[in-house]
């Protein structure tokens, strides 16, 4: 969520500043919206949004929010849409779906279930740099890694986390999505535990070859280096 930027709809004057603040945690950009009305002004004429996600409350003081994704559809607005409702009932949701929402969140849930729904729609959302050719290829079914000059078994929190670095090849994964990816939600990890982990991907990627390195960015987090010129091999998660 570092960056993306969220228009979050929510008349409730104790629930939008918690959200609010929990989007902002994990480096969200936030504008807020208590109507119908201020969420179509702040979202403009369109067809392009300023926003990246919209989180919008169905039960609005001014207006029902399904009504207010169907103008913004009408816009020509294809921004990604998750809806927060009270009801959760089969109906509920398949209107939400229909008014154009592309996901369904129903009160009261857990703010990492929003923040990780919100995460996969600005991930699908947004067009990503391929990843750089490293010539490693990571096999789910035996948590190995493969390379030029043979397989590594892996443990499942080195794939994860190998996983992680693989899919972004060439650009800079955060310590915390690193965190994030390679242990349950809510676990405590020590920043030497983490360290210790790519010290032994490290040793692990040297000895299946192909060059491709694992580099530390100070202060931000990991990056794995591929090797130009081989063609791309795709990781799993």
């Not at 109906?91 to 703010?111: I, R, T, V």
Request: proline share 6%.
């Amino acid at each position: 969520m570092d960056g993306a930027r969220v228009l979050l709809v929510e008349d409730d004057r104790v629930l939008r500043p918690a959200l609010a603040r929990s989007l902002r945690e994990v480096g969200a950009v936030v504008a807020t919206a208590a109507t119908g009305g201020e969420a179509l002004r702040a979202l403009g004429a369109g067809p392009l949004a300023p926003f990246d996600v919209v989180v919008l409350d169905i039960g609005l003081p001014d207006s029902d929010g399904r009504d207010v994704c169907q103008a913004l559809r009408a816009r020509g607005m294809e921004v990604p849409v998750l809806f927060l409702t009270a009801r959760d009932g089969k109906h509920d949701l398949l209107s939400g779906y229909a008014a154009g929402g592309d996901e369904y969140l129903a009160k009261p849930f857990h703010a990492g279930e929003l923040l990780a729904r919100l995460g996969a729609l600005v991930r699908r959302s947004t067009p990503r740099r391929p990843p750089e050719p490293t010539g490693l290829a990571l096999d789910p079914a035996t948590h190995a890694l493969s390379g030029p000059d043979g397989s590594q078994p892996l443990t499942p929190t080195e794939y994860r986390l190998l996983a992680a670095l693989l899919a972004a090849a060439g650009q800079v994964v955060r310590r915390r999505d690193l965190v994030r990816a390679g242990w349950p939600d809510g676990a405590h990890v020590a920043d030497n535990t983490l360290d210790q982990y790519l010290a032994r991907l490290r040793r692990r990627t040297a000895a299946a070859g192909g060059g491709a390195t694992i580099t530390t960015v100070h202060g931000v987090g990991y990056r794995v280096d591929g090797v130009a010129g081989l063609d791309g091999v795709g990781a799993g998660g």
